[in-house]
Structures are given as C-alpha cells and as structure tokens.
C-alpha cells in the first residue's frame, strides 16, 4: 500500500546502527517489491530473520483443476461445504476456482492457523462472517465481517478467530492493490476515488513475540516448504515504508452511481495480475425516469465473471436458487443477465440492498474440488427454465 507509515522504534537514518538496551545490534530487513525498484519496508529484528534451524518439503495437494466443460454459466453454495470440526485459515483452505493467475479458496475456520507465508504472490482475504485477530510480522490487524485484508508477497502471518471465520481467500501470482485510475502518479487516492487513505487500517504497534525453533509454513513457486527459525518471526521492534498488511471495510466503499446503469468498473476495488475485484454495495439505483436499475444482458467477452453474495437481496438474481454465501459464475463466451422477471420487477426502484464481490479475471477460471462438491446444476438453465437437470 503505497503510503507511508512508521510502527514502533526505529532509527533515524536507514541502514545505521541501531543498538538494543543491551548494546547489540538490532538486525535490519528489507521487504520489497519488483527488485528494488517498487515499495518497501524496513523491519528491524531482535534476532536474524535469517536464521534458519531446518527445512523439510510438505504435500501441496489442492486436488486438480477442471476446465468449465461443457462450458455453461454456473453457480456454487458455499453454505453446502461441510467441515471438520477444527479448521484453520490456511491448511484448511479448499480450492473453488483457479487459473494461472489467481487461486480462489473457501474455509470455514475455527482454530489458529499456523505461522504462514506466501512468496509467490500477494493474498487477500474477504471475511464473509466472524471476527478475529491476523497476526503479522508488521504488528497484529482486527478483523470482522466485511473486512478485505491484503497481505503481501511474503508477509508472515497466522490468522486467530475469536468466532468461526468464513473466508474467501485470493492468492495472486503478483501484487493486489487500488485500482491505478484511482492513484496519483505518486500514489495518493484521487478526488473521485471511491475511498481513499482514512479508510484504510494497517498496524499500529509492533507484537514483539519471544520464542525458539519456531516453525513457518512457506507457499513458494515449487511448493510448500516448513522452515523452523531459530527465533520468533514476529520479534519486530518497529519498522517503516509504504509495503505493509492493511485492512478495508466493504462498508467504506462509496458507490457510483449515474442517471442511468453504471456499468461494473465503477465498483472496481482491487487489482491484480489479470483480474479485477469490485465490491457491490447498497446504493441509490438509477434516477433518469426511464431507466432498467438491474444490469443488461452482457457478453463480457474477455474475462470470467465470478460473484459471491455476501448479504441483502441480489436483484438481477432473484428467482435462481442464488442466497447469501452462493457464488455464480459467468464465463466469457456465455451472454449472460437478469433472472426472467427481474427487469420488469426493478421499474421504479429506488434502492438496491445487495452486498456482493466479484471477482473478473481476464484467463478463464477452471473448477477446484470445493466448486465440483456445492455445484447447483439448475443454475444454468433458469434463464429458459428448462434443461436436462430440470426434467
């Protein structure tokens, strides 16, 4: 996140002797992005970050991917997916969607995770329900439902819920950030950006975590890979830059809206390598005296449209089995629209009460084993109301 923060003690020159109360040094890391040349942070440690004690190679096993074939438009309950009754939010996670850029996952968790870093890209979590703590190398972030929570290439974390969490999880194989229209070329939010830095919550103060042979599981481009330290990761005395964790609350997001229907890059909240992320808010619905408040039929011919119904009432939906916790997914080379009824039932409406993320990707998404397992095979076929599912 490309501002500027400063979380505990640190000295005031970079790259300078800092001492401990003891006379040693503390150790400096830097974390940066696209060598170098992009944000970072500077942490400074108790013990060396370096300091490795063994490293053994886990089974990395999210089951295969399967194209959309037949390719058809479909839709999924996660409300379906059943659970063992102790579920952390990463070794927990079960695939629902992938491709070669982005992984989509689900879990439900309910115990601490363990230690954890992605180096292969940045993640972000959407907390559908529940609350909790994520722990992170940079200080601790609280979070609830509605929380978007970016963490960045190779940030350590472990996610605490203080009650049972459901977490839509997207682990990129590059950098997640605001969309760049809403950025200065110094990296400040704009006037028309939909929110803007005092929306955003990072760290706040260091957690200073004593421990010894301390393990940390590692997502890298090979695999996974558990590293025990000889010290804690998280016994960070303070640190600053621009790269860090940080938090978003879905609520804090001002929607667009026009005379007539906007289309869905108004709602556009995130991005990433080769896909987008919009967040559908409450919001004032179109107020020319003849406008069609829900969307038209569209053929979105360069991406894959994925939608996760996280609360209100869905307008363009109503009437296809689609609930809070469903995901429907529209895929290029499908038109697809309203449910039948739907246009007819939005004349006149003022307001639309839906909450939703959408997740656009410019590859097409291909299905994990949490998809396949809370599949609605009706779904494709509501828009005739007859097909081979339906009899």
Not at 266 to 289: A, I, L, W
Request: with cysteine; aromatic share 10%; charged share 20%.
């Amino acid at each position: 996140m490309a501002y500027y923060r400063q979380v505990g003690e640190i000295p005031r020159k970079r790259h300078t002797q800092f001492r401990t109360p003891e006379g040693g040094l503390y150790a400096e890391e830097l974390m940066g992005v696209e060598g170098f040349s992009a944000d970072s942070a500077l942490l400074y440690h108790r013990h060396l970050p370096t300091a490795i004690v063994n490293a053994e190679t886990v089974e990395d096993d999210r089951g295969a991917l399967t194209p959309n074939l037949p390719l058809k438009p479909r839709a999924f309950k996660t409300q379906d997916l059943t659970w063992p009754d102790a579920v952390d939010a990463v070794t927990g996670r079960r695939r629902l969607f992938g491709n070669a850029d982005v992984t989509i996952g689900f879990v439900t968790a309910t115990a601490p995770s363990p230690l954890y870093r992605n180096a292969a890209g940045d993640e972000l979590l959407y907390v559908q329900t529940g609350e909790g703590v994520v722990e992170t190398i940079y200080g601790a972030l609280t979070v609830a439902e509605g929380d978007y929570v970016v963490l960045p290439t190779s940030c350590t974390y472990r996610v605490v819920p203080a009650k049972p969490m459901n977490i839509l999880v997207l682990e990129a194989t590059g950098h997640i950030g605001p969309p760049k229209r809403y950025l200065s070329a110094k990296g400040q939010f704009l006037e028309h950006s939909p929110y803007c830095e005092r929306d955003i919550r990072g760290p706040v103060e260091p957690l200073l975590v004593d421990g010894e042979d301390v393990e940390v599981l590692v997502r890298h481009r090979a695999g996974l890979t558990r590293f025990t330290y000889a010290n804690h990761p998280f016994d960070v005395v303070g640190w600053d830059g621009c790269l860090y964790p940080w938090v978003f609350h879905i609520r804090d997001f001002e929607p667009i809206t026009g005379r007539l229907h906007q289309p869905p890059p108004v709602h556009q909240t995130f991005e990433g390598p080769n896909f987008v992320v919009c967040s559908f808010m409450p919001r004032k619905v179109d107020y020319h005296p003849l406008s069609i408040p829900v969307p038209y039929n569209h053929a979105n011919v360069d991406s894959d449209e994925l939608m996760f119904y996280v609360g209100g009432n869905y307008e363009a939906r109503k009437g296809s089995g689609i609930g809070v916790g469903s995901l429907s997914l529209h895929p290029s080379g499908c038109t697809h629209g309203p449910q039948p009824g739907a246009v007819e039932a939005s004349l006149g409406a003022e307001f639309f009460d839906e909450t939703a993320v959408m997740v656009d990707t410019f590859r097409p998404l291909e299905l994990g084993e949490a998809a396949l397992a809370s599949e609605d095979p009706e779904y494709a076929w509501s828009w005739a109301r007859r097909g081979p599912d339906l009899g």
